[in-house]
Each structure stands twice: as C-alpha cells, then as structure tokens.
C-alpha cells in the first residue's frame, strides 16, 4: 500500500486498503463498496447500429465475391503440377490430385464392401426387355437400391454395355426406368436406352426426404466426410456387382446423369475409373460462381439447398477440373438453352477448358457439348448418339 502511495501521490489520501477480520470475515464489506455511478447513455445521438451491420455485411459478401473471382488464378497454380505434355505424363501426375479430390473434397470412407448379397424381383416385363428391382448390401447398415433394365434379345455368351442412369433431386430410380411413368424432366429415357440395347441400370442416390439427407450430410461433415462419400462407396458396389453378370461387359459401363444426377457425373467418374465414360445433363456450370455468387438469382445464396457447399472447391476443383479427372474417358455435356440451373456464357466458359485439354492432348474426339431449346430435361439426342459411339453399340 505504501508503495502504491508513492506510485500515484495525487491518490494516496484516497487509497484505503481493508482488512476483513484478518481475511475471515465476508465477502464484501460497506467501506470497500464503491457508489453507483451514473447510467452509461450513448454519447452519439444520432448513431444507428443497423446501418454499421449492414455496412459489416456488405465487407464480408464483398471479400467473399473477390475470393469467388481469384479462385480461377489459385486453381490454376494448385493444377500446375500436372504435366499436360503428353498423354501418358498427364496420366501420371493427374493421380495425385485424384487421390487429394477423394480425400480432401469429398471425404473418403474406406471401409471394405461386404459380399453382394444381391436380392431381385422381376417388376416390368416389356416387349424388348425385362425389369429387376435389385437391392445390395454395401457395409453395415448402407445399401444399394436400383432398377435393372435387361434387353431381351442378349445372345448367350454375349456381353453388353451398360448406362448407369442417375436421377436428380428427390428423384427414384422409377423416374428414369419405370415404363410406367413418364416424367416431364427424364422422358423415360432409360426405358428407350434399353429399348436400344443397353444394359440399363437406374441407382437410388440418397438426396431424397428434403432435410433429412442434409441432415445427414451435416453429421458427415465433422467426420471429413460427405453425402458423396457414401454415395461413392455405393457405386463402387454397384460397378462390381454389374461387371459381375455374365450379359455385362464391365469395360463398358457409361453414366449419365440428370440435374442432381449431374453432379453425380461429375464427382462419381471422377474418382470411379471403373465407369468409362460420363454424361453431365442439366448441372454442368461455372460451378463455383453457382455456390458463391450473389448476383445470380439462381445461386445457392438464395436457395434452400444448405448442404451443397464442399469443402475449398473454389481453390482446388471446378467443374472444368473434375472433368480434368474424367479424361481420357469419353465426357459430354447436355445443356438445355432455358434450363434455370445456370446461362450458356458459364456453361461455355467452363467447358472451353475441358476442349482445351482434350484437343491438346490429341483426344479432341471425345469430348462433346450439345446445346438444345428446351429447359431443365433430358433431351436424348445427342447424348443417345455419343453413348452408342463410346460404348461401341451398333444402333
């Protein structure tokens, strides 16, 4: 105390120090209480604290919108270790960032796939084919659930490609392969691939029950895991199982995908070798601008759709660099001219990158873009086409 005193001479009247019953006595004693002061008043007074937030809000979607407008420049440098001078070094050096998409981007399960125990019922009996419903375990508590479409005509011995034919949101297998509907976006076009002599499988993805899935993908997310993550593991199955039937030629297994199921052929392929080629339809996009930008009325700042974002995609992988993963297969893009998912300029944008790459690795053959007056749909022309030249099916 006396120091003190000697520190702050001004105060040293002032300072008292009190002892409580030799440290015994209550917490608080009258003498050390010190009176209230007077209540604290805001000395601006014309300060308005919503006018602050909303100029706090605009510098965070500012700095969020220059990120989304740099992360081209940053994927670049993150890709520069693949050597695209020649086919065979791409080959090489593309692996490592297969391996980083798998396990950073989407999150790998490695958990080892059970025997099939491959349940079916035959469920449509159609003039040129026969429809299973089939059902296999994956791991403990997943499964896979699709319909399988088999041509009636496949000679004994004879093996054929198969189209994986993937539903969009809250979509079945039924609204692609069930002869018995005819859905407005997907016209049945896994019925008329089988009706052209393809194996036809329809897969069951998981982003069905609104909120319940992305309930689901938010438990996955502290596990460094995704919906895709399951999804991946499902299709791994599923690949092994159809290579397996004796009418299958499992060198030959193509995907093709609408919408939700767009994505998936854009994230499947590209970590499942095992499909030889990929349609997107009704999904490809400037992919990144589509997740972050909040000029487009049609972005997922202003939807419902909260379990979309992965994780640092806009540094590591637009859609142009998943379909980096897919090459050399063969990759097509279904693009409807008034289909709401996303404008032509960004579609054309991120597909030009994947020409690019294919025309300067001499693959030039192989990768198409088809663009169609119509809206959020399949429109099976082009697309028929390019599965019956890449899966070498007569028509």
Not at 146 to 170: A, F, M, S, T, Y
Request: hydrophobic share 35%; with cysteine; aromatic share 14%.
């Amino acid at each position: 105390m006396e120091r003190a005193r000697q520190l702050v001479p001004a105060y040293k009247d002032r300072l008292k120090l009190v002892v409580s019953d030799g440290g015994n006595g209550p917490f608080g004693v009258l003498v050390s209480t010190a009176p209230p002061g007077a209540t604290p008043t805001h000395l601006r007074k014309n300060f308005d604290s919503q006018v602050r937030l909303k100029r706090q809000l605009e510098e965070l979607l500012e700095h969020t919108q220059v990120l989304m407008r740099e992360a081209e420049y940053v994927r670049d440098a993150f890709w520069s270790k693949a050597d695209r001078s020649s086919h065979e070094k791409y080959a090489q050096t593309v692996e490592p960032y297969r391996e980083y998409f798998y396990n950073e981007v989407i999150g790998r399960f490695d958990l080892p796939l059970g025997p099939f125990n491959a349940r079916s019922r035959q469920v449509y009996d159609m003039p040129k084919y026969t429809g299973y419903e089939v059902q296999l375990d994956v791991f403990d508590d997943v499964f896979a659930y699709g319909i399988l479409l088999v041509p009636k005509d496949i000679e004994p011995g004879e093996r054929r490609p198969v189209v994986v034919c993937q539903h969009g949101l809250e979509g079945r297998p039924q609204d692609v392969a069930d002869p018995n509907i005819n859905h407005r976006a997907y016209h049945q076009y896994g019925c008329q691939l089988a009706e052209r002599g393809f194996v036809v499988y329809a897969p069951q993805n998981p982003y069905i029950f609104e909120d319940r899935f992305r309930t689901l993908q938010r438990k996955l997310n502290p596990l460094r895991a995704s919906l895709f993550s399951i999804i991946s593991r499902q299709h791994r199955q599923i690949l092994n199982w159809l290579g397996s039937l004796p009418s299958v030629d499992p060198s030959r297994i193509g995907f093709y995908g609408l919408s939700y199921g767009g994505k998936s052929a854009m994230r499947l392929p590209a970590l499942l070798e095992g499909y030889a080629l990929s349609i997107c339809s009704g999904d490809f996009n400037d992919w990144v601008r589509k997740n972050v930008s909040t000029d487009f009325n049609a972005s997922y700042m202003f939807t419902g759709e909260w379990e979309i974002f992965e994780w640092d995609l806009g540094h590591t992988f637009n859609y142009a660099e998943m379909a980096y993963l897919i090459f050399p297969r063969p990759f097509m893009v279904e693009r409807g001219h008034h289909d709401g998912v996303g404008i032509d300029p960004w579609v054309a944008y991120e597909y030009a990158k994947v020409r690019h790459i294919y025309d300067e690795l001499g693959l030039g053959d192989r990768t198409e873009i088809e663009y169609f007056n119509g809206p959020h749909e399949i429109n099976g022309q082009g697309t028929y086409e390019f599965l019956h030249k890449h899966l070498a099916w007569p028509k």
